[in-house]
Each structure stands twice: as C-alpha cells, then as structure tokens.
C-alpha cells in the first residue's frame, strides 16, 4: 500500500489472494463463506506543514494503492485475505474484495495483511516490525506503515494511520543502519479499528533497526514508522552504524513523544557524535578483530546471529578492554587457530556477556567453531574462549560449545580451559558468573618439561576469582605427560578466590603416559586459600596413567591458606576409580582427595555439609581412601594445621579390590574409612576434629 513523499510501496506478497480457513484463534474455520468487496481510502484529515511529517492519505500525488497490497480482515470470526479487484485501483482508492464469514454484523481491516493478528469488538491486535527495511526509492518500509479500517454491513472503508514517523538523513555514504532505541516503538498492541487510536501495548520492543536492502543507504531523506507514546528523558538515542560496525550515537536529553500520524525529525549522521561498535554481520565481526586492540574502553554490541562460513579468527592475540554484549546472540563457524596464545580474545581486562560461541542452534556444537593451539616454541602459552581473564576482567552469561584443544603437532606448555586459559597474579577483579561450557577441551601437547594446568571452565589460576553459576559438560581428556592440575571446573584455583552454586557434568580422563603426579578434581584440581560453596560433580573420574594420584569427588588437593569446603555433593555415578594397572599410590576421597604440605604456613581447612553419594574403588597398588576424605598430613609442616570435617555425610561404597602387594618399600600401609581413609602428623601439628558425620556405604578391602 500507499506511495508516500513520492516513493512507491510495493509490499512483498506472503500470501495467495484466497482465503484462509482459520479463525482468529487459529482453529479451522468451517463456517459458510460470502464474497464482500468494498471501496478503500485514506484518512482525510491529514496534513502536513513546517517541519512535521505526516502520513498524508488526502493527497493523490502522495497516497498510492498497489495492485499487490493485501489486507487482513476479520469478520469477528475468522481472518480473511482480501485483494484489490483487478481494474479498480485508481491511487486513492481501490475495490478490495475477499470472502468473508456469513452473517457478519461488521468488518476490522488491517494493512498490511502481515501485521494483522486477532480481532476483538471493534478494536484489532497488529504488529509493527522491529527490524524495517527499505530499498529502491522507497522512503520508509512499507510493511510498518500500519493502518487499519472499519465497516459495518455497507459502505467505503477508511484506514486510519497506527503509527507516527521519524525522520532521518543520510548525510554519509558509509552507512548500512540506523538504530532508534525508546519506549515500546514497536511490537504488538491493540487499536481501534474504528480510529486507529493505540489502547494497549501487549509486547513491546524499546529498539529498532532501519536498513536499506542491499548495502548502504543512498544519502537522502528517510523515515522509521514507531508506535505512538512518549520516551523519557535520557532513554531516547538514534545510532547511525557505518558498514565497519562503527556506531556514532546521539542521546535525547527531554523526553521525545511521537504522536499517531504526525512525526519529528531526529537528525542526521555526526562523525563527532560518540562512538561505539554495532556487529550485524561477518565483515563487521571481522572488523572488530582487526581493531580489537586499539578499541580502548569501547562498548561492542552484537545485533545478530553471526555465520562465520569457516572463516579463520583475525583477532587472535588482541586484548580488548571494553564491553562486548552479545545481545544474546550466537557466533559459529568460526575457526580459531594460533601458535601463540589462542582465543576469542587473548586478554580481556574488559566484559563479554550475553554470548553463545560454537553454535548455530545454541544447543549443540556446529561441528565447525574450534580453538586450536599449534605453537611448538616450548614457551607457556594460554588457550581457551578468553586466554587470559586479568584486572577486572569480567564474564557473564557466555556459552562456548566449541572445542579447545592442543592437539599433537604441538610442543607448548599450555594451559587450557573451556572459557578461560589463566587467571594470572594481576587480576584484581576477575569474575566469571553464570557460563558455561559444552566442548571438550582436550591437551595431547608433546611437551615434557614442567607441569601443566587443565580445567572445563579455567584452566589456571595464579590470581583470585570470585565465580557462581559456572556449569560445564565438556569432557576434559588429558594426553599430555606432564599435566596434573585438572578440575571439571578449574585445575589450580588460588589463593582469595570465591567458587558457587557451580557444578561439572563432563567426564576427565588421563589418556596419556608420563610419572608426574596428578592432582584431579570433579570441580577442582587443587585449591589454595579459597572459599567453594554449593558445588556439585556428576562425572566419573578415572586414573589410568602408572603415577601417583591425590583426585576427589570436589577437588583433588587442598593445598595451603584457608579453606572452606562448603554444601557440596559428590553424586550417585561420579565414581572415582584407580585402574589396575596403576601400581603407584593414590589417595581418593569422595569430597577431597588429599590434605598436605602446608610446610611453614599455617593451614586451616573446614568441609562441612558435603556429600559423597559416589563409589569409590582402588584397582591399584597402594591406597588412601574415604568416604569423604582421602587423607589429614601435616607430615611436612612446620607450623600448626587444623582440619575440620563437620555434619559430611557418605553413601558411597568404598572399595579396595587391589591384587596383594607388598607396602614395605613405600613405608605405610593400606588405610580405608567411611569417613577419613588417613592422617599423618609431626610434632603435635595436626588438630583434626570430626563431629556429626555419618557413613552409610559399605567399606570393603579384598587382597593386601
């Protein structure tokens, strides 16, 4: 419908000029259909003068009918499609003609036929788009220039204008939108057919996107059609985004109201106004990973699903100190690969959130997105979503589904997590809250010489994290000799750090060879000085490299400073188990594995309120193993150590089925308990209490 300040309005037809056999409720409808046809016109009122912009139905030169246009009407009943009869559109008025429902006591139109929903009395339910674009000589999408209509039994039918206009210019050749952001300017609401008066707003959207089809808009004069209503003051700002994703936006300082079938001007594009990043598309993401160093303090928003067609990362290496809202949008197919340190973002002092990564769907892996850390420089190198989270770093709401790997050709020492390779010293203020990950991260590095760190969410930790709401499913498999820190959640996690309401779903499992000695955790590999409340494992945990093992149902060692274990499970099928082949010691605890080297620094280590609901089995040579705790050592200590087990309870079968060996070369025995598998201490330096625990798995011990 209507060709408006001389640009014509050809609506895209979605639908055949038969009639629907729905109702307004969206039933089959098998009522007796009638034809109607009836004259259609604009509203006669309508004027416009000075700097207003009006919808002027009056004026011929302005108001055009297209032998295409469809309209929506209900007949009380039913939603039925009408066409203009073929020979009547003179402009400014057109014969529609349609079937409607017999018996109908009046009729509600609505143009386009799209923005049509229900019908209610004389007041009818439409839609104006959120997302409007213009192309050709038009001046505004014609699918959001809604107006609606009114008759009963007899006579013409004259649509009223829903909307309001405003105007913008274009005054660049470099820009692909224009972003208007207020109080519910589009969505859904209730009209009166009779007036086109607005009564109710059912779905409101407070931002809209105006694009020209096909690329940049032709400088010019154009509008955005917006439901009527006020904005208040500082809540209304116009965005103009260039195709690099650069945005220049202009904040109201009234407020702005826009009035059915009237307008305002809301300016024109500044180069001087200030600047942030819109992301609509591939070369816009691209853009960003090229600027992404140099994009100090920026704000990056992402408008949109983003289908990278298997294109290779370019902002691998970047720090980025800004904000980047996904918008809770999703990146996929996208290929990240470097021999340096390998991510999204290498170093993030700033905030990404609201992000899914690795998938189409955002719920399964799109088979393509994937980290992959190819360095053979021997040097520490950092991979995962983000290499490094430092200063006040801060991730929130992200999903990866992509997998993280160091794969063979690889002679790094690195340190891989699933969002996160390293929380270094400098962070000050690193949070991660309500992320998760779902791809494997996975080191088959051939790299010997020091020890490496490996975590589903983080993989080190050398400065504190404050984190909750963490969940990861990815499976951790480990192929690398020399890595032995390793935590469904987080392999080292230090000193200050704060862990809740988190929990791990994927599997761990040791692939590789090597004696170096592991540190495994359902959540955490080992803990320094740090509080872990309301944390939960649900994976299995299985030893098969021939080394020493310290692993539990929650973390794996306790290491030094202040710890507080606090409210959490081990659950049924998170079973902890030692292969046979293992002929070195290992000590298994369904919440901690192993309590030791404090050394000089006095250590203090609280768990109450945990729950082991886990098996735990020893295939292997030589053990320590509780219920909830593998083993209490101060053996090496200089300094007094306290550990509390309070009101834990086990009901996980505790098992020892290893073949008879003989202990005298290790120096101890085998030792097993519901509760506490062991404790050793010198010089009076260990104070263990034990209150309100209960054991209820069975404790067994076949062969040695």
């Known amino acids: 419908m209507k060709k408006f300040l001389t640009a014509s309005f050809a609506f895209f037809v979605l639908v055949s000029c038969t009639q629907e056999p729905m109702d307004e409720s969206g039933g089959l409808d098998l009522l007796e259909k009638v034809p109607v046809s009836f004259a259609a016109q604009g509203e006669t009122d309508a004027e416009e003068s000075g700097s207003r912009v009006i919808l002027d139905f009056t004026q011929a030169a302005n108001v055009r ?16 499609t009408f066409c203009i009869q073929p020979g009547t559109n003179t402009g400014a008025t057109a014969t529609f003609t349609g079937d409607v429902t017999k018996g109908y006591s009046s009729l509600c139109a609505v143009y386009p036929y799209s923005a049509g929903i229900s019908r209610s009395g004389t007041g009818v339910s439409v839609t104006v788009p959120a997302a409007q674009t213009i192309s050709g000589t038009e001046k505004a999408d014609p699918a959001a220039l809604v107006s609606v209509g009114y008759r009963e039994t007899s006579g013409t039918m004259t649509f009223k204008q829903v909307c309001g206009l405003l105007k913008f210019d274009i ?64 809540s209304f700002a116009v965005a103009f985004v260039e195709n690099s994703g650069l945005t220049h936006t202009k904040v109201a300082s009234g407020a702005v109201t826009v009035a059915r079938k009237s307008g305002r001007a809301i300016g024109s594009f500044d180069a001087s106004w200030p600047i942030s990043r819109h992301i609509f598309n591939k070369d816009q993401l ?162 010997s010489d020091d020890q490496t760190r490996m975590g589903g969410i983080v993989g080190q930790g050398s400065g504190a994290l404050a984190a909750s709401g963490l969940e990861n499913y990815g499976d951790i498999i480990v192929n690398n000799s020399v890595t032995n820190f390793v935590g469904g959640l987080c392999g080292d996690l230090a000193t200050g750090s704060s862990v809740s309401s988190s929990s791990n779903y994927g599997s761990i499992t040791f692939t590789g060879g090597g004696s170096q ?48 274990v606090d409210g959490c499970t081990n659950y ?70 306290t550990f509390r087990v309070i009101n834990c309870e086990n009901t996980g079968d505790v098992t020892n089925a290893a073949a008879d060996v003989s202990f005298s070369s290790l120096g101890r025995e085998l030792r097993i308990g519901g509760i506490i598998g062991s404790s050793d201490a010198d010089a009076g330096l260990l104070n263990i209490i034990v209150r309100s625990c209960i054991n209820r798995g069975d404790v067994t011990t076949t062969g040695a």
């Open 65 to 80: 009918w297209q032998d295409s246009d469809q309209i929506a009407v209900f007949d009380g009943t039913a939603k039925n």
């Open 171 to 234: 005054t660049a050749a470099n820009i692909s939108q224009v972003m208007i952001v207020g109080t519910n300017l589009a969505g859904t609401a209730t009209v009166s057919a009779e007036t086109g008066v607005l009564s109710s707003i059912s779905e409101g959207v407070s931002a809209i996107v105006i694009s020209y089809a096909g690329g940049n808009f032709p400088t010019g004069t154009y509008y955005a059609a917006v439901l009527p209503g006020t904005t208040a003051a500082g």
């Open 286 to 447: 691209f853009a960003w990973g090229e600027a992404m160093g140099s994009d100090d303090h920026m704000p990056v928003y992402l408008d949109a699903d983003i289908d990278c067609q298997g294109a290779t990362w370019n902002g691998s290496g970047s720090s980025f100190d800004g904000v980047f809202d996904g918008l809770n949008h999703k990146i996929y197919n996208l290929v990240v690969e470097s021999t340096t340190q390998t991510g999204f973002v290498s170093t993030l002092t700033g905030t990404l959130r609201n992000l899914s990564f690795g998938s189409s769907d955002g719920s399964s892996w799109d088979n393509v997105t994937r980290m992959t850390h190819t360095g053979t420089e021997g040097g520490i190198e950092y991979v995962g979503l983000v290499c490094r989270l430092t200063g006040d770093g801060n991730i929130r709401n992200v999903n990866n589904f992509a997998k993280v790997e160091v794969p063979s050709n690889s002679n790094s020492r690195a340190y891989v997590g699933g969002l996160v390779g390293n929380v270094p010293e400098t962070a000050t203020g690193a949070v991660i809250t309500d992320s998760r990950n779902y791809g494997p991260v996975i080191n088959s590095s051939t790299w």
């Open 517 to 564: 000695t592991t540190y495994l955790g359902g959540c955490f590999g080992s803990v320094r000085g740090s509080t872990l409340s309301d944390c939960h494992n649900y994976a299995a945990i299985t030893a098969t490299r021939n080394a020493q093992h310290r692993f539990g149902g929650i973390l794996g060692l306790l290491q030094s400073g202040t710890i507080i």
């Open 572 to 641: 049924s099928g998170a079973d902890l188990s030692v292969d046979a082949s293992v002929s070195a010691r290992a000590v298994l605890g369904g919440i901690a594995g192993a309590c030791l080297n404090g050394k000089d620094n006095a250590m203090t280590v609280t768990i109450q309120d945990c729950k082991n609901e886990a098996d735990i089995t020893n295939n292997g040579a030589t053990s320590e193993i509780g219920g909830i705790v593998g083993m209490l050592d101060s053996e090496h200590a200089d300094a007094a150590h």
